[in-house]
């Protein structure tokens, strides 16, 4: 079953991604993931969680500093991840190991819950993997950017310099989970904040500090942000920059035919 490992080169690019990695900025796009996360998974309570593709750790750590889980575990396809997430001294962290991208090294209904956060839309072969995290947890709570938009064929070269080969939006993403057995127990949807624009305008794309292009940023989502609040569901959905859904086995699979 060759075509389910990840191959050479893609591994050796995410080995390549963490030795270099930009703390700070991952930091800062963790805050918001990790707390995606909670906010989705109110109502419930998850002893042992599993974080599949856990880049550097950034989101578990977040989540072990405000309590959410007793115990986790990690796995992760780079050496450079693996090794990073050892040096973070997450609280109640019992696990690290390299996997190959789809099989996981745990028995059936292993855990509570497993995150996949910003993982689906780098996947080959994505209805593999979302198969074992099924045989191994009773709860998954996924979150993928929303890239699509009309004419996006058209930046193919932008989206594959990081790694975006699949595209999804609200509705795909669960049309996906439920074809494949899941049930949506609750959902979300969210915009860039202005302190992740700011940070990407200022430091990493080291434009000067301005409070004209402050106003202008913070103006930006304000409005935004109240106009798919007042247009409802369907607005926010369409100009989400991000997807959560916390789902779950469901008691029985769909018929195909």
């Not at 890239?147 to 058209?154: L, N, Q, S």
């Amino acid at each position: 079953m060759a075509e389910q490992i990840i191959t050479d080169s893609v591994k050796t690019a995410y080995d390549e991604f963490y030795q270099k990695h930009d703390e700070a900025w991952r930091m800062m796009g963790a805050k918001y993931k990790a707390q995606h996360i909670i906010d989705v998974c109110k109502g419930h309570s998850f002893k042992k969680v599993l974080e599949v593709g856990a880049g550097d750790g950034s989101i578990l750590k977040l989540l072990a500093d405000q309590n959410f889980a007793p115990e986790y575990h990690a796995v992760e396809i780079s050496d450079s991840g693996v090794e990073h997430i050892k040096t973070r001294h997450i609280a109640g962290l019992k696990s690290v190991q390299l996997f190959d991208g789809y099989k996981l090294p745990f028995a059936d209904n292993s855990f509570d819950l497993i995150i996949l956060s910003h993982v689906l839309e780098h996947v080959e072969h994505e209805r593999l993997l979302l198969r074992e995290l099924k045989r191994v947890a009773q709860y998954c709570v996924i979150e993928v950017p929303k890239d699509y938009r009309v004419g996006v064929d058209e930046r193919i070269k932008h989206f594959l310099a990081y790694g975006h080969i699949n595209m999804y939006t609200p509705t795909s993403l669960r049309y996906l989970l439920m074809t494949e057995g899941f049930e949506i127990e609750a959902d979300l949807t969210s915009m860039i904040e202005p302190e992740v624009t700011k940070f990407n305008t200022y430091v990493n794309q080291k434009k000067p500090k301005s409070f004209i292009t402050d106003l202008k940023i913070s103006a930006e989502y304000a409005i935004k942000n109240t106009l798919v609040n007042v247009l409802g569901k369907k607005a926010k959905e369409k100009h989400a920059s991000a997807y959560t859904v916390l789902c779950k086995k469901a008691d029985h699979q769909l018929e195909i035919f």
